[in-house]
């Protein structure tokens, strides 16, 4: 894209961190209720481990971060990208806008520790109640 100001890179640059976060969260959230419909359901691909093993690591990591009190490292580089940018933090392009609307919302820290911890509790419990495929057995499937 000849002719986009530096500034303007780093605002695709943000907006495109931003989408990527908003991912992680839909794998996140949507990667736990796939995995009990889909167990309903019978879907072959919630069984798989890597999927699963993938998910448990993704809801880990926001819950340690959440115990130890970090920002999301996704967060602090979006946030760093606006500010080399010269941009306000929030607000900017519309889909920075409305990603922002459904990512950043206010709240005390403690309950977004119960949550993350919750809802990682419920990853966990899916691993017992609704366990992944051995691994010699994904190949057949």
Known sequence: MPGMS?????ILLADTLLVV????????????VAIYCGYGLHWRWVKNRTFRILHLIAIGIVA????LGLICPLT???????????????????IQHWLH?????????????LL???FACLVLVSW??????????????
């Open 21 to 32: 976060h908003f991912l992680f969260v839909l794998f996140v959230v949507f990667g736990l």
């Open 101 to 113: 609307q459904l990512l950043y919302y206010t709240a005390p820290d403690w309950l977004f520790m």
């Open 116 to 118: 993350y911890s919750v």
């Open 128 to 141: 017992f109640l609704l366990p992944p495929q051995p691994r010699k057995c994904q190949h057949l499937n």
């Open 64 to 67: 340690l971060q959440s115990w």
């Open 76 to 94: 602090i580089w979006e946030m760093a990208l606006r500010d080399q940018a010269g941009a306000a933090t929030y607000s900017g392009s519309f």
């Open 6 to 10: 530096q500034a303007s890179w780093y």
